[in-house]
């Protein structure tokens, strides 16, 4: 059964840093998402894309932040300068071509911020 | 944005059915409603979508009602292993709202 796949597993760096997260979506699908949950709480959206560029994203989704698909089987979310607040599980998901079609969520990627 | 609302937590028994309701009050009309279990440390898990009325897969049935100010999750008979977290899903095309999240335990 294919699946969304994500690396690293679990992510370590310092307040200030740059990290990317990646993510390889199941290969027939279209739309991809990031979410994010901090522990202990509810999963909240970040963002989606489509064909190549940002559909929606969420308030959270600033600046810092952005996502990327460079070679037509990765997508990225990368966190330009790392806050303490940002430690979460980062989970990716992708949905086939039609709206409404469910999305299919990797294991996530763990980031602790120091 | 669709806003929902879940019970925090539910308790059942083995066997029985459980039926845990989310309300999403300003539901958009081309709005789907999908339900996710997690358990811990992994991605949410798709249980089953709907969009109105019923819908019912191998694992689920999902009831909306005509207004789909809510919907309702129904597990017909729970395990052990169904103790999880069920989130329901708002959303539409690219945008999406999680509900807080129902923790389900199921005892022997």
């Known amino acids: 059964e294919p699946e969304v796949t994500q690396t690293p597993s679990h992510q370590v760096t310092q307040m200030g840093q740059e990290v990317i997260l990646r993510c390889v979506p199941i290969s027939n699908h279209l739309y991809f998402y990031w979410y994010r949950q901090i522990l202990g709480q509810k999963v909240e959206f970040l963002v989606s894309f489509y064909n190549n560029e940002i559909s929606e994203k969420s308030e959270i989704f600033d600046d810092q932040f952005s996502v990327e698909r460079p070679d037509g089987s990765n997508f990225t979310l990368k966190i330009r300068s790392t806050k303490l607040e940002d430690s979460a599980m980062y989970f990716c998901a992708s949905s086939g071509d039609r709206d409404g079609d469910e999305q299919f969520f990797g294991p996530g990627t763990r980031l602790t911020v120091l | 944005l669709a806003k929902t609302t879940q019970p925090i937590s539910m308790d059942s028994y083995e066997g029985q059915e459980v039926n845990i309701t989310c309300s999403h009050n300003n539901i958009a009309t081309n709005d789907y409603i999908t339900w996710y279990q997690q358990f811990p440390s992994q991605g949410p898990r798709f249980i089953i979508q709907?969009?109105?009325t019923k819908v019912t897969n191998e694992v689920a049935s999902l009831f909306i009602p005509a207004d789909r100010k809510s919907s309702t999750l129904s597990l017909p008979r729970v395990s052990l292993s169904d103790t999880a977290v069920y989130y329901c899903?708002?959303?539409?095309?690219?945008?999406?709202?999680f509900g807080p999240g129902t923790r389900l335990s199921v005892l022997p």
């Open positions: 899903l708002v959303g539409y095309g690219q945008n999406f709202v």
């Open positions: 709907g969009y109105k």
